[in-house]
Structures are given as structure tokens and as C-alpha cells.
């Protein structure tokens, strides 16, 4: 006589087994946990042209300006301030001159050297702000150009302009 | 006489790992909305600027970025977004492009002649700290040229690990 199949007697209810899931929702998680990297949002410093694309012919005079300018002399970043030569910082402050192994320029004689320019401004004409030019050398590293730029930003100054060299397409 | 209930050993402890499981699949929609699977942009080294601000880009606007980065061979690159290297007279051409494109253009208030109107587009400049800031006459020559004038330098506002550590 064949067998008979015995009848399961909660046929009412199916079960599923979750276990295959959970493992691939586990290996899902890892692989994300793995793959994503946080990182600081990308924030920007205004270098807005001017509408005249430079055009005009008014120019503050030469002696209203404060001029920061930066050289590169070999591997040594130098800076002046109007005529003031800025001297070079005792430490490695940042991770690119620690990288470099070089100290650039003391970045709060710069600082100092723009509050008393500005403390000791007389607004005249269109600038109600001190005009700050910033010139720098073609093969000065980026990183110094926007740390006076900060600088300047830092004491609320919007006259801001970059030297333009001769052939700027060179 | 009484009958002695016996008292059956438990089998085995039951968990019930329902609420892990949400938790997991919570992490899981996390992660999944916040991770960026493609590179979007050039790897650059930004400079640390603690006056840089975060700003929301505007509904309508459009931003380039201009990345200089460096290649293998440790010359410097200049991309617009994510395409090819580009000497400074192709990325004002590109530029250029981009402008009549977006086809948004605002009055020059010193200039009153409709050929001299000013691109509503945004330049970002994505520049490793370390690369010559000669580029930036470039760059700065290039949109003045396409007529953009809405440029702005990328930094971050700090930085918490070495990125010259590797």
C-alpha cells in the first residue's frame, strides 16, 4: 500500500524563509558603509569681473590702493605689503608648506598691515572701502593668492582687484 | 494524589529582529541617497579660505566649474567640468559656447549696446592649491571674454586630515 502523505496541520499559514534576504541586505549595507566617503561641502570666495570688463578709464589713484604683492624666489614665497617687505613665517602653518617642507609669508603682518591701511582710510570718490589690488607672480602657488584674498574678505573690504599681467593668454 | 506538572526546558531563546531589520533597511536608504557613485568632478587639492561660504545655487542658474588639477606627469590640467584638458584659447571658445546656450543675458549698465550684454552664467574655479596662479589670469581673461563675469574661486573653510598623507 503507498505511503500516505501526512497533511501539515497549520496549512493555513505560509511561512517564507527571510533568512537569504537579510544576508543580501547585509552585504548591501557593508558595500555602502565601504563605499561612501563624507566630505566638506565646497564653499566659494566671490571674484566677481567688473560689468566693464575693465574698460573704464577711472582708476583709483596709485596711492589710495593698498598693494599686496606676491614673488616666487626659487622655492621661497615673498610678499610686500605697499613697500613694507612681509617677513616669513617662523612655522609650517598649513599642510601644503608642511608638504613643500617651505614657510611662506607671515599672513597676520599682511593682516595688520591692511587694518591700518583701512583704519586710517578717507573715502573718496566711488571707493567707500579701501581698494585693495592684489599682484601676483605667474608661478606663485594658488594657495597664497586666496589667503590674502581671505584676509581681505576678512575685513570687510569689496574693492578687490588682481593685477592683470600684460598677456594674460602668455 | 496530585498529579506534578512538569515543567518543559525552554528550547531555545527566541529574538524577535523585526526592529533590526527596519533599522537596516533605514541605514540602507541612508546610505543609498547619500553616496555618489561617479566621480563628478576633478580631484583637487581646494585651498583652506575661512571666509568661503556655501552659497545654494539659485532655481534657473547655471555654474561652471573649471578645475586645474595635475596630471600624472605632474603638469597642470584645466578642464571645464569633468571633459578634456583645454589650452586657455579652447576654454574661451568652450566658454563661449556655454553662453549662447544658456541664452540668459543681462544689461551691461556701462554699455547700452546689445552685443556687450553680460552672460547670466556662474564660473566656479576648482584650483589645487598648489598650481601656479598664473592660470587664473587665464581663466579670468577667458570669461571676461565669453562675457561672464560671475566668477568665484572654490576653497573650503577647513580641513581635518592631511590630503598629501598617501
Redesign the interface.
Known amino acids: 500500500m503507498a505511503r500516505r502523505k501526512k497533511i501539515n496541520p497549520n496549512t493555513g499559514k505560509i511561512e517564507t524563509d527571510m533568512t537569504s534576504m537579510?544576508d543580501v541586505?547585509?552585504l548591501?549595507?557593508i558595500f555602502?558603509?565601504l563605499?561612501?566617503k563624507f566630505k566638506?561641502?565646497?564653499?566659494?570666495?566671490?571674484?566677481?569681473?567688473?560689468?566693464?570688463?575693465?574698460?573704464?578709464n577711472s582708476r583709483p589713484m596709485m596711492s589710495e590702493t593698498c598693494r599686496v604683492t606676491?614673488m616666487l624666489q626659487g622655492s621661497q614665497v615673498t610678499a610686500w605689503a605697499d613697500q613694507a617687505q612681509v617677513p616669513t613665517s617662523d612655522l609650517l602653518d598649513?599642510?601644503?608648506e608642511?608638504?613643500?617642507g617651505v614657510p611662506g609669508p607671515d599672513l597676520n603682518f599682511i593682516a595688520d598691515h591692511i587694518q591700518r591701511r583701512k583704519n586710517s582710510y578717507v573715502p573718496l570718490g566711488d571707493n567707500t572701502t579701501l581698494p585693495v589690488v592684489i599682484d601676483?607672480?605667474?608661478?606663485?602657488?594658488?594657495?597664497?593668492?586666496?589667503?590674502v584674498?581671505?584676509i581681505v574678505?576678512?575685513l570687510d573690504l569689496e574693492k578687490i582687484a588682481?593685477a592683470?599681467?600684460e598677456n594674460?593668454?602668455e | 494524589m496530585a498529579r506534578k506538572k512538569q515543567k518543559k526546558m525552554p528550547e531555545g531563546v527566541d529574538m524577535d529582529m523585526t526592529p533590526m531589520i527596519d533599522i537596516v533597511f533605514l541605514l540602507i536608504v541612508f546610505f543609498m541617497v547619500v553616496t555618489e557613485l561617479t566621480v563628478q568632478q576633478a580631484v583637487v587639492v581646494l585651498p583652506v579660505a575661512s571666509e568661503s561660504r556655501v552659497e545654494e545655487p539659485q532655481p534657473g542658474s547655471r555654474i561652471l566649474f573649471v578645475n586645474v588639477s595635475f596630471g600624472k606627469d605632474g603638469k597642470e590640467i584645466l578642464q571645464l567640468m569633468n571633459g578634456s584638458p583645454l589650452t586657455p584659447e579652447r576654454l574661451l571658445l568652450e566658454l563661449k559656447a556655454e553662453a549662447d546656450a544658456y541664452g540668459i543675458w543681462e544689461d551691461n549698465p556701462f554699455n547700452p549696446d546689445p552685443e556687450k550684454k553680460l552672460s547670466g552664467l556662474e564660473v566656479t574655479i576648482r584650483c589645487d592649491q598648489g598650481a601656479k596662479a598664473g592660470v587664473i589670469h587665464k581663466i579670468f581673461a577667458a570669461c571676461k571674454d565669453a562675457a561672464i563675469y560671475k566668477v568665484r574661486c572654490a576653497a573650503i573653510g577647513d580641513r581635518f586630515e592631511d590630503p598629501y598623507a598617501n
Open positions: 537579510i541586505v547585509f548591501l549595507l555602502f558603509m563605499a561612501t566638506l561641502p565646497e564653499g566659494t570666495l566671490r571674484t566677481f569681473l567688473p560689468k566693464n570688463r575693465g574698460e573704464s606676491l598649513t599642510d601644503y608642511s608638504y613643500t601676483f607672480a605667474e608661478n606663485v602657488p594658488y594657495k597664497y593668492v586666496i589667503d584674498l581671505n574678505y576678512k588682481f592683470q599681467p594674460p593668454y
